[in-house]
């Protein structure tokens, strides 16, 4: 697909709207305050965010928080991301009372300037797309940039509504980065290309799986949406979770895809699902037994495959991940990712910890900040966002 960049655009002088993703975790502090436990959403969002500044424009940032509903909730203001980013950026960060309206127009900012806009989800218009409430939006700006990947499989006001009514749309640094990676990977990646999909349920992945079973040369799967797999092919599972509903789904996808697909051919087993739990390595999990991990052979077979790949792509951990000593088998592939050499595409909250334990997260290519936006588009869904900047 053909879009421009922020790169592209003329900002000098210009207001430009940027939908950044600040939906950052708060917790009350001792003060009964509301605090940001983690800033990396915010810290991704700053290449763009200087970009425009050095540019000369007037930057106006949108985001959401939680789900307040439609309704205006404190909780869920955006006012600790505010001062977080003009901590982060060495200067003023203005904090608008709403997203829309006189009291956000006498606020916009001048060249050099930044305004943060109220939570945009305390109008319940943005996710129902309200296109009067999507022009409001456009009003503020001279240019529009989305650079919020992570929502941009939602066709909110401020992802897609708002992109018809303004003169020029662009993506973000961020975007711009998760498209060429996730693109690169899904449609012409360098060969052999491998994938690694792990997590609890197959019903989570299964248009993920069908997807890149046209793409990749090897499909390697772990976590306990394997238990499924093996029921499917007549072997015992214990008590391990398997979803009988998706078992006639499993073979049908293991006679399509065939020697692509690997599946696990040992498992850490335990009698009960607790940290420091007594367990197992068993070919074979017993009745009464539940599995919480790949093998010591699966992860050397998982590892050689890995080792000869030149794309991989990985989405979800190997087990209970959570619960060490169940971690061995995510953080094992995370060290034959980084060890490969290979472009790797990593995405997934839990695979993302994973790169962080083994302590090889400057190793690997890319790291998706889109949780659901990037298993949509590793299943070949169309995000409205990234559709909505589509030049036509």
């Known amino acids: 697909m053909s879009y421009l960049s922020i790169r592209d655009l003329d900002l000098n002088g210009k207001r430009v709207f940027i939908r950044v993703d600040f939906n950052v975790p708060l ?36 985001s959401h928080l939680g789900r307040p509903k439609g309704k205006p909730n404190p909780e869920m203001s955006l006012k600790p991301a505010a001062n977080r980013l003009a901590e982060l950026l060495g200067r003023p960060v203005k904090m608008a ?4 309206g006189p009291e956000v127009e006498v606020l916009l ?14 109008h319940a218009e943005e996710e129902k797309n309200d296109p009067e409430f999507a022009r409001k939006l456009a009003a503020l700006c001279d240019v529009y940039v989305n650079d919020a990947f992570g929502s941009a499989h939602r066709a909110h006001a401020s992802t897609e509504g708002m992109i018809r009514f303004v003169p020029k749309a662009a993506a973000g640094l961020l975007m711009e980065q998760e498209l060429k990676y996730l693109g690169m990977a899904t449609t012409h990646p360098e060969r052999p290309c491998v994938a690694i999909l792990g997590g609890a349920k197959v019903s989570d992945k299964i248009e993920v799986i069908e997807n890149l079973g046209k ?21 015992p599972t214990g008590r391990s979770l398997v979803e009988e509903d998706k078992v006639d789904l499993a073979k ?21 699902i607790a940290a420091g739990a007594a367990y197992e390595i068993v070919e074979q999990i017993p009745e009464g037994k539940i599995g919480v991990d790949i093998g010591p052979k699966t992860i050397e077979q998982y590892a050689q495959v890995i080792a000869g790949a030149k794309t991989v792509i990985w989405n979800g951990p190997m087990g209970i991940f959570e619960k060490p000593p169940f971690d061995k088998g995510t953080v094992a592939l995370a060290k034959a990712v980084a060890e490969s050499g290979a472009v790797s595409v990593v995405g997934g909250g839990d695979s993302e910890k994973a790169i962080k334990a083994a302590g090889v997260t400057g190793k690997i290519s890319h790291v998706s900040t889109g949780g659901g936006a990037s298993l949509e588009f590793l299943a070949g869904i169309q995000l409205p966002g990234v559709a909505a900047l589509e030049i036509h």
């Open 97 to 100: 009372p709403d997203c829309i």
């Open 215 to 235: 793409v990749v040369d090897r499909l390697l799967i772990g976590g306990a949406m394997a238990y499924t797999f093996l029921k499917a092919q007549g072997l």
């Open 109 to 122: 900012p001048a060249p050099g300037e930044v305004l943060l806009l109220e939570n945009l989800r305390f």
């Open 27 to 62: 917790q009350k502090n001792d003060r009964g305050d509301m605090e940001i436990s983690s800033d990396k959403r915010i810290k991704a969002s700053l290449s763009t965010i200087r970009y425009a500044l050095d540019h000369g424009a007037g930057v106006i940032l949108a």
């Open 252 to 272: 049908k996808l293991l006679a399509e895809l065939g020697a692509k697909l690997l599946l696990p051919v040992d498992h850490v087993v335990v009698s009960e």
